[in-house]
């Protein structure tokens, strides 16, 4: 009752800004979600790929010695935090030549995203790209500025348009493709001769399986210069931190220093904990592999029940998920009839219309449930 309280028109309102922003998918799940959580022996969430593993003790320990914070935290983060950043950068990454200048934690990537393009004063008139394949909040990022989006692979096919904002997203949300280093390097030469703001949102960069995802911000791809280029990182995944709401993003001290300015007006700023215990998972690798772990064997088990079921696993070489399709006598399948099949048999998973009408003929399969109730995907399946 509340929900539709909230969503009638209020006579107070100039305009609804609501209504420039897309359905929000997962909505359209509701009735599948219902007919999966009647099974026999339960659901099996493998659809928005929630973390479920537990925090690091590293990090909640950090979390406990910093829980005295009775001060205001500040927009630009601890030195301490913005250290960890770019160590963990270089460590993993080989990013080098970084400044704590070029480093901004923020409240979760999703937020990030979403109100850059206003930040960055792109709006009405302007253009954003995103892939053709995209996480839903980069077009939700560009209505929110009153610019238009544009969903494509092909830079060829903008022809003389020079957009404002251009979103890379390797590893893919959601087909786990990876952009090799050559590609990168094309786009990246591509922005800067036009102007373009480049930013990749580079998510999923450790949760890789059959290669290495190299970050936008290696001197390979940016021949050693930040310029015009920023690059978003999230802990969500990495580190089971999705509930701590902790990212950050680097690159251009210009554009960074821009974001700072504005976030300080809007009071956008880290929980002071919260950057402790971000800093504390940054500088620790060892729960990284020990998670990886999991995930490798949670994911070869769903690859094969799926395989051994009908579906074709595409890409899905990084990320969390299994960008699957069910091909059928008559070809492949509706995404929306795979979920329909799947939810018959207790397992939720999200159709791939939600990421663009590229995606309409497969599913998005996260691993990232339990060890038990992959298990019992894996039975169903199988």
Request: proline share 7%; charged share 20%.
């Amino acid at each position: 009752m509340v929900e539709e309280v909230a969503r009638r028109p209020s006579r107070h309102l100039r305009t609804q800004v609501s209504s420039r922003l897309p359905d929000f998918p997962w909505d359209h799940l509701t009735q599948h979600a219902a007919r999966a959580r009647a099974h026999p022996d339960g659901l099996v969430d493998l659809s928005v790929g929630t973390p479920v593993d537990p925090t690091p003790q590293v990090v909640q320990q950090a979390l406990r010695d910093a829980a005295d914070s009775p001060g205001y935290p500040t927009t630009i983060g601890l030195p301490a935090t913005r250290q960890a950043c770019v160590d963990w950068l270089e460590r993993r990454h080989g990013v080098t030549g970084l400044g704590l200048d070029q480093v901004l934690p923020v409240v979760g990537s999703k937020e990030l995203i979403g109100s850059m393009p206003v930040h960055l004063g792109i709006g009405a008139g302007d253009l954003i790209v995103h892939p053709e394949l995209a996480y839903p909040t980069y077009e939700v990022g560009a209505a929110l500025a009153g610019a238009r989006a544009v969903a494509t692979d092909s830079l060829t096919s903008l022809g003389p348009e020079v957009p404002a904002l251009l979103w890379l997203n390797s590893p893919s949300n959601p087909s786990g493709r990876v952009l090799p280093v050559e590609h990168l390097r094309k786009v990246v030469d591509w922005c800067r001769q036009r102007g373009t703001i480049l930013v990749s949102d580079e998510c999923y960069l450790e949760c890789a399986w059959e290669t290495t995802p190299v970050s936008v911000l290696h001197p390979d791809v940016c021949g050693g210069s930040t310029e015009g280029i920023l690059a978003v990182h999230s802990l969500s995944k990495r580190s089971n931190l999705a509930g701590y709401r902790c990212a950050f993003v680097a690159g251009d001290p210009a554009l960074v220093g821009e974001l700072l300015a504005v976030r300080k007006n809007l009071g956008l700023m880290m929980p002071g904990p919260q950057q402790r215990a971000m800093a504390a998972a940054l500088d620790d690798d060892e729960h990284v592999a020990e998670q990886h772990a999991r995930y490798a064997a949670r994911r070869a088990s769903l690859r094969a029940a799926l395989e051994g079921a009908g579906f074709r696993i595409d890409h899905s070489e990084a990320s969390l998920y299994l960008w699957a399709r069910r091909e059928t006598e008559a070809g492949d399948e509706d995404c929306w009839d795979t979920v329909s099949w799947l939810a018959e048999r207790g397992i939720l998973v999200a159709p791939g219309a939600f990421y663009g009408a590229a995606g309409s003929r497969h599913v998005r399969v996260a691993f990232t449930a339990t060890d038990e109730r992959v298990a019992a995907a894996v039975s169903r399946l199988t």
